[in-house]
């Protein structure tokens, strides 16, 4: 009896217990963030750290649309739109309350915020980093607001009209952030910064949250944004996904994506999860924006609101397969590192083709021989064989072209530098995989879940050949 | 007032013949500009409407929204700019002869029909079976690859261009002070005479009858006998034909024509979407209501209201019908059955 009440008393621990046990990867999360900060970044180069800090804010966005798109299968692509609300929400809280509060709109934070080791009187966090951090969160709050104006008519959408009305939400930000008022800033030369920031004092509060820049953007925000606040928030989203979908909201809204009429006959509240969703996602957006804004400062614009850098976020999500926060993560790294990678790689014409060959090459081989082996197993005679060979074939002419790449007519024989197809390159890969893997790295799979681990995720991933299951069942 | 450049030719500026005597002297009257809004809204509608009508056959037939199908606008109307200015080249001469435009519209529709037919091939048709938001993205990555190859400086590259002047700008007759030139007739005109031809395909003909079965079931069609993967073929690149149309009259009103990928486009295609909906989507002739409704919608609201506000105007028609009306204004609510 007294085992049982001890198992009884370890699966039901107080609230101290709970508490730690819930928070120490959060705060451990948070610690790694500083050392990173503090022990590494002096060591690498300006040029990496920015990477690192682009590598961060995408991650942080891919997750959170992966919240909406992939637990949830419903198709959000106005992501944009809570990344813009929620840093012109952080960044006016910043600028503006810096001005009032300390009289200018510079970086007063401490080491972990970047400030280099030689300022004087430098602590950990500075009195500017209290208002950062309040910053962020009242800019997830607005972008979360946005969130449940956004979620609520998808009460009644589904699929491809939700699409098309979160992309026209994201339009509609655009639109009122372009009518936004100037910026309020100082008049060099014949404003001293006391009178500035008396000036901004002096203005009535509500007109301060409608200058943010218009069509110029929200320019001059101080440069907060550093490894450690990213990677704390990174830190942050990646535990509260992974809690997420292990928890019953997740289970909720994984039933939603599989099968939403099943599910509402089972009782889970659509309408509620699905709200919920888009709540949590715009949070998380929101506050990677307000990281994204104080970055260099002068990033944040109204057509960051815009569909083209939804697209961007939707691309790492659906390559890294809809459901798995790790594919999310790896997608983000792998897609935020490429297109500066390759702007740096100038290819030889007949290279490019040699590369197309080789990857026709392999990828025609593959499928004859899976061919060959499906009809040895089962008997029937393979008829599509001619057709099959084409490939290769193809592939082997265009590896064989570079042999005479010398006699090729001048056209061909140009350099081209990877960088500016970039857009092209990303819209291929996203049509080829969309034909040939349409689960995208992982699929439903975590990284934990493949290769040893892999048993219990078999069932799992059965289901998920494509994103959403049609109408008329599993797809 | 208006956003949209109306009298920008590179060539020569033509100062429209004022009508002797005005009732207003000095500013315009309300009733003028209520004309003068009503004109804008028929020539921009009637745009609206031949690009929906691409939208919405295409929905009715594959139930799936063709994102990539403003790209087809584009692409019509950098057809027309290039070939309008080669054909004044070889013929010569500073204006052009009457026969250049149907020319020029022709070869936009046949090019862009080939392009719609050889995309459908090789990246919808994979996707038959596949769930609807999988052909999605692929739109999506369709769309993206239009955009960003027609920016390449071998196709049409990244600044804006003008198209030769295609028709003369005189007032053909004035309302007022309200002018209609030849442009606005022959927008207008074209339009209307490819949606009635339209008409008369989906509902009198024995290929319209096949899309309309097509887009009723698509497998009891196939069982009836109907070529189901050439009928959705020809949708597709009957609906590209009407969007190059739609591109070549844009070229021919607007003269000045952005780059592929710029935002203007696609927000184009978007308001052409939502006159789609707004019409009912799969339903032809609700795509004709709905585009006017549209351009009525716009440029009523961007006249009286606030010209700045102007595209949140339809997007809010867009929610509001969503939750009011799902179906349209000529659509059936279907109700669906667990």
Not at chain 1, 110 to 131: H, I, Q, R, V, Y
Request: aromatic letters at 10%; one cysteine or more.
């Amino acid at each position: 009896m007294s085992s049982l009440s001890q198992s009884a008393n370890r699966l039901s621990p107080g609230f101290a217990k709970a508490t730690l046990g819930g928070l120490w990867p959060i705060a451990l999360g948070i610690t790694l963030a500083a050392c990173l900060q503090v022990f590494i970044k002096p060591h690498i180069d300006a040029y990496y750290a920015l990477i690192a800090l682009n590598i961060g804010v995408n991650i942080v966005l891919a997750v959170s649309l992966n919240i909406v798109n992939g637990f949830t299968g419903q198709f959000s692509i106005g992501h944009a739109g809570f990344l813009a609300v929620g840093g012109y929400a952080a960044g006016a809280v910043t600028y503006y309350g810096s001005i009032c509060l300390f009289g200018s709109a510079d970086v007063h934070g401490g080491l972990l915020s970047g400030m280099p080791m030689d300022t004087e009187g430098l602590a950990f966090l500075g009195s500017g980093d209290a208002l950062f951090l309040v910053a962020l969160i009242v800019g997830g709050l607005v972008a979360a607001l946005a969130g449940l104006l956004v979620g609520l008519p998808s009460l009644r959408l589904r699929g491809d009209y939700l699409a098309i009305v979160t992309l026209g939400f994201g339009e509609i930000v655009r639109v009122l952030l372009q009518q936004t008022d100037t910026l309020i800033k100082r008049s060099v030369g014949s404003e001293t910064a006391e009178q500035f920031a008396q000036r901004v004092r002096d203005t009535p509060w509500w007109q301060l949250p409608k200058s943010v820049g218009g069509a110029l953007g929200f320019t001059d925000l101080p440069k907060y944004t550093s490894l450690f606040w990213v990677y704390a928030l990174v830190a942050v989203m990646l535990i509260v996904a992974f809690r997420l979908k292990e928890s019953s909201y997740g289970r909720a809204f994984l039933s939603i994506r599989e099968d939403e009429i099943a599910a509402e006959s089972m009782g889970v509240n659509t309408t509620r999860y699905k709200v919920w969703a888009f709540v949590i996602a715009a949070f998380f957006a929101g506050m990677a924006g307000g990281l994204f804004a104080h970055q260099l400062g002068t990033s944040l614009s109204p057509v960051n609101a815009g569909f083209q850098k939804s697209f961007d976020i939707i691309i790492m999500v659906v390559l890294g397969g809809l459901g798995s926060i790790s594919g999310a993560t790896l997608a983000a790294i792998i897609l935020t590192i490429i297109p500066e990678w390759l702007r740096g790689v100038e290819l030889q014409t007949s290279t490019i083709f040699v590369l197309i060959g080789l990857t026709l090459l392999a990828v025609g081989v593959l499928k004859v021989y899976r061919a060959r082996a499906i009809a040895k197993k089962t008997g029937i005679e393979d008829r599509s064989a001619r057709r099959r060979a084409i490939g290769p074939a193809l592939g082997l002419i265009l590896i064989s072209q570079y042999f005479f790449r010398g006699h090729l007519p001048a056209a061909l024989q140009t350099t081209i530098n990877l960088g500016e197809y970039r857009m092209i390159l990303y819209a291929l890969i996203l049509i080829i995989m969309m034909i040939a893997r349409p689960k995208g790295l992982f699929g439903v799979r975590e990284l934990w879940n493949i290769g040893p681990w892999a048993k219990k995720a078999r069932v799992a991933s059965q289901n998920a050949g494509g994103i959403v299951p049609t109408q008329g069942g599993a797809a | 007032m208006h956003e949209y450049p109306r009298y920008s030719r590179t060539r020569e500026t033509r100062v429209f013949a004022k009508p002797l005597y005005s009732w207003n002297k000095g500013g315009t009257s309300r009733v003028d500009q209520f004309l003068q809004t009503l004109k804008d809204a028929v020539t921009i509608g009637s745009l609206y409407a031949l690009i929906a009508l691409g939208y919405t056959m295409v929905y009715g037939i594959l139930k799936f929204i063709n994102f990539a199908h403003s790209d087809v606008v584009v692409l019509g109307a950098w057809i027309s700019l290039l070939t309008a200015n080669k054909v004044l080249q070889l013929a010569g001469g500073e204006h052009a002869a009457p026969w250049v435009g149907p020319v020029v519209l022709v070869v936009a529709m046949l090019a862009c029909g080939a392009i719609s037919f050889t995309i459908e091939r090789l990246a919808y048709k994979p996707l038959r079976k596949a769930p609807r938001l999988n052909v999605l993205i692929t739109a999506i990555g369709v769309s993206l690859f239009l955009q960003n190859t027609g920016q390449l400086s071998a196709f049409f590259g990244t600044s804006p261009r003008s198209i030769v002047p295609l028709l003369g700008d005189q007032a053909v007759f004035s309302i007022g002070l309200v002018d209609v030139s030849t442009v606005d007739i022959v927008g207008v005109g074209t339009a209307v005479v490819l949606m009635i031809v339209l008409e008369w395909l989906v509902f009198h003909t024995k290929l319209g009858r096949a899309m309309r079965a097509v887009s009723y079931d698509t497998r009891n069609a196939a069982l009836m006998g109907v070529p189901v993967d050439r009928v959705i073929s020809f949708t597709f690149v009957a609906g590209a034909m009407l969007a190059a149309a739609g591109g070549f009259l844009w070229a021919l009103r607007f003269v000045v024509i952005k780059q592929p990928a710029d935002t203007s486009w696609t927000l184009l295609g978007l308001k052409a979407f939502v006159a789609a909906v707004v019409g009912g989507i799969g339903n032809v002739r609700g795509a004709m209501l709905g585009g006017l409704a549209i351009g009525l919608l716009e440029m009523f609201g961007a006249a009286y209201l606030s010209s700045s506000y102007k595209d949140v105007y339809v997007f809010g028609l867009l929610i509001i019908v969503l939750l009011v009306r799902p179906s349209g204004l000529l659509g059936k609510a279907i109700v669906e059955k667990v």
